[in-house]
Nanobody, 127 residues
């Protein structure tokens, strides 16, 4: 497992943007894919987006498709989540996670796929 560190969260107004970053703590690492998940108070952790390191295939939840963009910088083992047109319902703790196992487009959306997780970063969107 690798320690992951998220950054870039904060408080913004509806319609504004934020960019989250996820990087390994201490060293670069190789994995199959990195995913972003979020958890709002009282709700289960849900899939947001994922990207494969090789090929850069991307996957998005319906709720964020067209507003969020996931990208990666392989040399730094760093991934980003650009969040535009934020809505109050996007308010949550956002977590990044990594998996070394090649999985299909359905399984990549599940939390149990990922072995390494960050501590999360708070995103709050006000009206």
């Amino acid at each position: 497992q690798v320690q992951l560190v998220e950054s870039g969260g904060g408080l913004v107004q509806a319609g504004e943007s934020l960019r989250l970053s996820c990087a390994p703590s201490g060293r670069t690492f190789s994995s199959y894919a990195l995913g972003w998940f979020r958890q709002a108070p009282g709700k289960e952790r849900e899939f947001v987006a994922a990207i494969t390191w090789i090929g850069g295939r991307t996957y998005y939840a319906d709720a964020v498709n067209g507003r969020f963009t996931i990208s990666r910088e392989n040399a730094k083992s760093t991934a980003y989540l650009q969040m535009n047109s934020l809505k109050p319902e996007d308010t949550a703790i956002y977590y990044c996670a990594a998996t070394g196992v090649a999985v299909n487009s359905r399984v990549i959306r599940t939390t149990r796929t990922y072995e390494s997780w960050g501590q999360g970063t708070q995103v709050t969107v006000s009206t």
